[in-house]
């Protein structure tokens, strides 16, 4: 069964997307353990140290993320996709607080390797999750709210069968029904880039995910592909 694809009119307009993809299943979510919670802490410290003084506009991945959104229509300093989000915060608070085990997990790969990743539950999803230019109908629920929005036609979506999105302006927001939570058992992961030589930096960050689920959710059970315009579907 197809979990994950993207459509052949993206790959078209962005062939360099390279995403890493990972299907976690058998999860048990909850509070971060104290050991991962120092190792992410101090990762944090180390990042925040290394960036000092670098704009992140000159990190190679973040700078192929911002040519990305304009391509698509979208002021990427207005939207920053998700890596540069989490690094902007970390360079003006100097630390990202604990949210669950799960977005830990993924904030701390997605800050080591300076690539977005996103952890969607997939409780709600009907048929596979498409990454794929949206009409406008979609359907989007932000993060905390209850009120439904549709993207931008033309704007990037993760959107199911039914028009559900998870994602809005490609890595820039998730919505509120795929968020993790203490509840998420299953769980879809995505490791995304755009600049030159993506594969090998997502291919790592990927293999880096696996790792940590591997320590710290030993009784998951994990599939995962790397995607491309070569292998653009992932079934699992």
């Given amino acids: 069964m197809v979990l994950f694809c993207y459509s052949t009119e993206l790959l078209d307009a962005f062939p360099n997307t390279r ?5 976690a ?7 971060t353990p104290p050991d991962l919670l120092g190792v992410y802490r101090a990762e944090q410290r180390s990042i925040w140290e290394g960036l000092e003084g670098v704009p992140l506009s000159e990190i190679t991945s973040v700078a192929a993320w911002r040519r990305t959104f304009s391509a698509f229509g979208v002021k990427p300093t207005q939207y920053r996709n998700a890596a540069e989000s989490l690094l ?3 360079t003006k608070q100097g630390s990202i ?4 085990l799960l977005v830990d997990l993924a904030n701390l790969v997605s800050l080591r390797h300076s690539l977005p990743v996103a952890v969607f539950d997939q409780h709600l999803v009907s048929g596979p999750t498409t990454v794929r230019f949206a009409d406008g109908d979609e359907m989007f629920t932000d993060l905390g709210s209850a009120a ?5 036609p033309g704007e990037v979506v993760f959107v199911d069968d ?4 998870s994602a809005r302006r490609w890595c820039w927001r998730q919505s509120d029904q795929s968020a993790a939570r203490t509840a998420t058992i299953d769980a879809l992961i995505t490791v995304e880039g755009q600049h030159e030589n993506a594969e090998a930096d997502v291919i790592r ?3 880096d995910l696996i790792h ?8 998951t059970e994990v599939t995962s592909a790397i995607l491309s315009p070569r292998s653009s579907q992932f079934a699992s």
């Fill in 205 to 207: 960050a990927t293999d």
């Fill in 212 to 219: 940590l689920l591997s320590e710290h959710q030993p009784q």
């Fill in 97 to 100: 607080p604990s949210i669950n």
């Fill in 25 to 31: 299943t058998g999860l048990a979510n909850g509070a």
């Fill in 19 to 23: 995403g890493g993809v990972v299907h």
């Fill in 88 to 90: 902007r915060r970390l």
């Fill in 148 to 152: 439904v929005s549709h993207p931008e």
């Fill in 162 to 165: 039914v028009g559900l999105v």
